[in-house]
């Protein structure tokens, strides 16, 4: 265990600078998926990271602790949480020692303009958020209390700084010469996502790509810009830590929302954009997550809201953040990951699984990292229905991490039923029962799990009622349980031959599907006149017609899909996937902002104007709204599975309804 020194009695602004500058030089070994050397850095070179240094700085532990955290977290090892929490309240402890004394004044007049030891509140805001992540990490109750209690006590810290910081607000900071279009790319893009939403947002924060950081990257400001690396982390890091506060709060559950209000959290979402862009800016650590979060909200946006007003611009921008932070750390397992989502967003797969195969065949470094990058391979095998390689995949993960290993199991037995392998699939069932009685994070099953235990259930009670064994109760199985895959929206961005190949295997099925539109991979048929069902429940044929319709809607047969959705959510005497009527009448509001975008772009391209008129669009949008209102009135019932991915997907896209809005002029 590290033993934790004393703070310096003789903080100086160069011993300030020197300390960070370290740190910065072991995170970016962090960030390139040298963690060994990461660690040795921030231990002040000793061989251990445990071992005694009287060089260890706030600064150090704080990198210590960070190495400690994404190790826990990215793997989910809950036992790695107690040392991340040490090492990050040594380090808060160490930030408010060393703040406390140069506000005494005994640093002198080398700080720079922001005020003595802001650099050091910072740092201590930086490991009590932290701390707070770790305690919502742990395995009680309590530790969700001890969690929301610090994030409380950093975004009121957050809050302060900012004001400090930017004392008339972002602007002066906006960068607003066209010509330099070319460096703000990443930046600007990114606050163009805001202004859709807020119509009130303008360009902001130039970024820099040479070594002079903020330096060059401000015109016609009103202060002048940071200069050192010590101002350059109070700016980046006050930006990061408001922004990523505002975002977060603003992509909590409504419930949530309404619960963290009575501690005096508020959101702004552009604004929270524009922060996390300015953010971006910095070389120390803060730009790197700043521009992390920026990452995960664009592609979170691409994955889940099952619409964007403007796909085109949001692609722009995520693949302009990954850019950037790429080209510092070619080798990093995080921007591989998300260049890799790029490509699978931008309806290239094959691209998408390249970048990961390459990335996994570098010596493993950091393994917690490389994990996710099989996690991501996994589902797009999976989407691809490589269903050999996917459930090779999703086993492994079982090796890599402690997350849930009944999800990964069943998946994988669901490739197998797919393949046909129904012995190999019933032998990867048969593993689940007893993952599932495994200790879980937080203590409760997982979302996925209770879902995983009713079909389990199911299955068995089918497989009984056909007079089968209920032991092998994989023959009774039709609809692949691998198509769980539909609530992590992986259907959207695939391929037509693959969709193609989806309803093939749907249709097959027994009995057939009965639709009065048509469909020219669905026959019209009355299923009363049929005497064998494959499919003998309604919960069965409910979800056929779910998978069907989000297929069709692939194919952009508009008309069948809407058909087949309406069919999903009506569905009568569905017992166990009470999910699928919510899901159902989200996917009808996505459906018919697609088929309006893509009536749009046709009505522009036989030259009868840019888009339908204002009238038309408000009628579409507006369905919509209304349609998501159902919709989350449904995921606030308590016997709903998975309703927090539903309720989250629906403030999602309606944040791309209010975009689109704006930018029709309603």
Excluded at 118 to 126: M, P, R
Excluded at 226 to 247: D, R, Y
Excluded at 550 to 573: D, F, K, S, W
Excluded at 623 to 641: E, F, H, R, T, Y
């Amino acid at each position: 265990m590290l033993v934790v020194p004393p703070v310096s009695l003789h903080i100086t602004p160069a011993a300030t600078a020197a300390a960070l500058a370290s740190a910065n030089r072991g995170f970016d070994y962090l960030f390139a998926n040298e963690i060994g050397l990461a660690r040795g850095t921030f231990s002040g070179g000793a061989a251990s990271p445990r071992a005694s240094s009287s060089s260890v700085s706030p600064f150090h532990l704080l990198g210590l602790g960070v190495c400690a955290f994404l190790e826990a977290a990215l793997g989910m090892e809950s036992g790695l949480m107690g040392e991340a929490s040490r090492l990050l309240t040594a380090s808060e402890a160490g930030a408010r020692r060393a703040g406390a004394e140069v506000k005494k004044g005994e640093r002198g007049d080398g700080g720079g303009r922001f005020t003595p030891g802001t650099e050091y509140e910072i740092l201590g805001a930086d490991a009590v958020v932290l701390i707070g992540l770790t305690h919502a990490l742990s395995e009680s109750y309590m530790g969700y209390f001890q969690c929301m209690y610090a994030l409380n006590a950093a975004h009121s810290k957050f809050t302060k700084l900012y004001k400090t910081v930017f004392p008339a607000g972002l602007e002066q900071y906006e960068a607003r010469s066209a010509s330099r279009a070319a460096s703000v790319a990443s930046a600007s893009a990114s606050v163009s996502r805001a202004a859709s939403i807020s119509d009130v947002v303008k360009p902001t924060f130039a970024l820099e790509n040479g070594s002079g950081g903020l330096g060059a990257a401000v015109e016609g400001t009103r202060e002048r810009v940071p200069e050192g690396e010590v101002e350059e982390m109070i700016v980046a890091g006050t930006a990061f830590g408001f922004g990523l506060f505002n975002l977060v709060f603003s992509l909590l559950p409504k419930k949530v929302q309404s619960l963290v209000g009575l501690l005096g959290f508020k959101h702004d979402r552009a604004l929270a954009l524009r922060a996390l862009a300015g953010g971006t800016i910095g070389r120390d650590v803060h730009g790197v997550f700043a521009g992390l979060v920026l990452m995960t909200f664009h592609g979170v946006v691409l994955l889940l809201s099952g619409y964007q007003a403007d796909e085109a611009r949001t692609l722009q921008t995520y693949k302009a953040i990954v850019d950037r932070i790429e080209a510092r750390y070619p080798t990093g397992a995080l921007w591989l990951l998300n260049r890799a989502k790029i490509l699978r967003m931008s309806n290239d797969p094959q691209g998408a699984i390249a970048v990961l195969q390459r990335a996994l065949e570098a010596p493993q470094t950091f393994v917690q990292a490389d994990t996710l990058l099989v996690f991501e391979l996994a589902w797009t095998l999976l989407a691809q229905r490589r269903h050999q390689e996917a459930a090779d995949a999703f086993v492994k993960l079982t090796e890599l991490n402690s997350w849930s290993h009944a999800t990964y199991y069943f998946i994988a037995a669901g490739c197998y039923v797919s393949m046909g392998n129904r012995d190999k699939a019933q032998e990867l069932f048969d593993a689940i029962p007893e993952l599932l009685t495994r200790k879980k994070v937080g203590g409760k099953d997982l979302p996925t799990e209770v879902l995983i235990r009713k079909k389990l259930e199911f299955y068995k009670e089918k497989q009984k009622r056909r007079g089968g064994d209920p032991a092998r109760f994989v023959e009774c199985i039709s609809i692949s349980p691998a198509d769980v895959n539909s609530v992590w929206n992986t259907h959207q961005r695939i391929d037509d031959a693959v969709a193609e190949a989806h309803i093939a295997e749907l249709a097959a099925f027994t009995p057939p599907v009965a639709l009065a539109v048509p469909s020219p991979f669905l026959p019209v048929v009355d299923e009363k006149h049929t005497p064998s069902q494959d499919l003998d429940t309604p919960d069965e044929r409910a979800l056929r017609a779910l998978l069907l319709g989000i297929m069709h809607r692939t194919l952009r047969l508009y008309g069948p899909a809407r058909a087949l959705l309406e069919a999903a959510r009506g569905m009568q005497g569905v017992k166990i996937s009470t999910w699928i009527a919510g899901v159902a009448l989200f996917e009808l509001a996505v459906t018919d902002l697609k088929e309006a975008d893509g009536g749009a772009s046709a009505h522009k391209e036989k030259g009868k104007g840019p888009e339908m008129d204002k009238a038309a669009w408000a009628r579409v949008l507006s369905g919509a709204d209304a349609k998501l209102d159902g919709a989350l009135g449904m995921a606030g019932k308590s016997d709903i599975d998975l309703s927090s991915r539903l309720d989250s997907r629906i403030a999602l896209l309606r944040d791309e309804i209010a975009a689109k809005r704006a930018m029709v002029g309603l």
